[in-house]
């Protein structure tokens, strides 16, 4: 196999530097269910008060905060030391 070029390794490492955090603005969140079912790691579910909320570890993929039909969802980028 071929390996990455070095661009791309340098975007690995940067990426291994960083955490993410979708956080639902409970006052905009309709209740609607879309980041829900469009979440590919599935870690998003409805939370006590009817809201939506994450449970697992977020990648930042975007897929929520772009599809909420409410702008409910705020993907916050942290940086991490290792």
Aim: include cysteine; charge should be positive; glycine fraction near 6%.
């Amino acid at each position: 196999m071929k390996a990455a070029s070095i661009a791309l390794q340098k975007k690995i490492e940067e990426l291994k530097h960083r955490a993410f955090k979708a956080e639902t603005v409970s006052s905009k969140c309709k209740s609607c269910g879309t980041c829900i079912r469009i979440c590919p790691l599935k870690i998003r579910e409805f939370g006590d008060d009817g809201k939506a909320i994450t449970t697992g570890q977020c990648y930042g993929c975007s897929i929520c905060t772009r599809k909420c039909p409410n702008n409910a969802i705020n993907l916050y980028i942290y940086h991490i030391d290792r």
